[in-house]
């Protein structure tokens, strides 16, 4: 929980785009300094400047979440520049569609990279260095929130590696928040679970990086790559919001973030069948044409 925001000093990653940019404009305009973290280095130079005009005290770092001496240097430089943050916002990550067979080890490696182990350095670099601060100054506040996503929540088929890694981030996230208030209170920690909004996060093939060898896309993925492309850009709650919700959720000490309450219906049909025994409900029960659809898609020869 952050009661004021103003002076306080904020990483945010993945801050060139979606949900990061919009919540370091929302840190600016609330007086924060701001570490701005990307590996899209077009991208974050533009945010950066913008983030500066609104009168942001702003240091931007390229910087890999998913490379753990990268991101240890990052927290040294964050150290000496500002100090220890108070708003840790882990959100780079990137989509991944296809059947859970099909993705190759360069696939794995890349989303597990960057949407878990981006979340596990974040935590791991930050938090002590957050405890340290609330250790010597009782009026610290500190507060780190993971990006996670519904899918960390539900399994929808032919995107396994992101369920896989959301559904990670999401344990990782609840453990964090029982750890710390085993031994701080001036620090806790939420989630955010966000369901489609439209970002770049359909066309997070331009952040692959070269070494992690390019494939030919299997059919599954590229049905899933459509799909996503179609629910992402169709969705009705924009990144700005979903931002605000961040916000709000800080200063109010609340866990669990969502972008679209009204989905929770499936989360609490897929609880009720773990309870009970019952096998996984049907994820297209809601709108069966597109189950049919991608049925039918994945069939054809
Ligand atoms: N948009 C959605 O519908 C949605 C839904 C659920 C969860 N999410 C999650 O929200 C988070 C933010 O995504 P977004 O939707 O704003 O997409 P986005 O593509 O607009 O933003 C993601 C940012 O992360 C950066 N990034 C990618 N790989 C990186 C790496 N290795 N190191 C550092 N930065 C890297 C990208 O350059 C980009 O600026 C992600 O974790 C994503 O999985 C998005």
Redesign the pocket.
């Known amino acids: 929980m952050i009661a004021d925001f103003k002076g306080k000093t904020a990483v945010l990653?993945?801050?060139?785009?979606?949900?990061?940019l919009e919540c370091a404009r929302i840190g600016a305009r609330l007086g924060m300094k701001l570490v701005l973290?990307?590996?899209?280095a077009d991208?974050l130079e533009q945010a950066a400047a913008e983030v500066t005009a609104l009168g942001a005290s702003v240091m931007a770092r390229q910087?890999?979440?998913?490379d753990a001496a990268a991101m240890q240097a990052l927290a040294q430089e964050v150290q000496a520049g500002f100090g220890a943050p108070h708003l840790v916002f882990n959100?780079?990550?990137?989509?991944s569609g296809g059947l859970i067979w099909e993705n190759s080890l360069a696939d794995w490696e890349w989303v597990m990279?960057?949407?878990l182990w981006?979340v596990i350095h974040g935590v791991r670099v930050f938090t002590p260095m957050m405890l340290e601060a609330a250790q010597k100054d009782p009026h610290y506040q500190g507060h780190i929130v993971n990006?996670?996503?519904?899918?960390g929540l539900l399994t929808p088929p032919n995107m396994g590696i992101y369920n896989v890694t959301?559904h990670a981030v999401v344990s990782l996230s609840e453990t964090l928040y029982q750890d710390l208030a085993l031994v701080s209170d001036q620090i806790s920690a939420s989630v955010l679970c966000?369901?489609?909004?439209p970002?770049?996060?359909n066309?997070?093939e331009r952040?692959r990086p070269a070494s992690m060898a390019e494939e030919t896309p299997s059919k599954s993925q590229l049905i899933g790559q459509a799909m996503i492309s179609k629910a992402?850009g169709s969705?009705k709650v924009s990144?700005a919001e979903v931002a605000q919700k961040v916000f709000a959720a800080v200063q109010a000490g609340q866990f669990y973030i969502y972008s679209h309450p009204q989905a929770l219906g499936n989360v609490q049909q897929r609880m009720e069948a773990i309870v009970t025994g019952h096998n996984p409900p049907d994820p297209f029960a809601a709108r069966p044409e597109v189950g049919a659809q991608l049925r039918q898609a994945l069939r054809e020869i």
Not at 37 to 40: E, K, R, T, W
Not at 147 to 151: E, N
Not at 194 to 197: D, I, K, L, M, Q
């Open positions: 990653t993945g801050a060139a785009s979606g949900f990061g973290v990307d590996v899209q991208a910087v890999d979440v998913s959100n780079a990550g990137v989509g990279g960057v949407n981006g990006t996670a996503s519904m899918a959301k966000p369901y489609f909004v970002t770049g996060i066309q997070s952040n992402v969705g990144a």
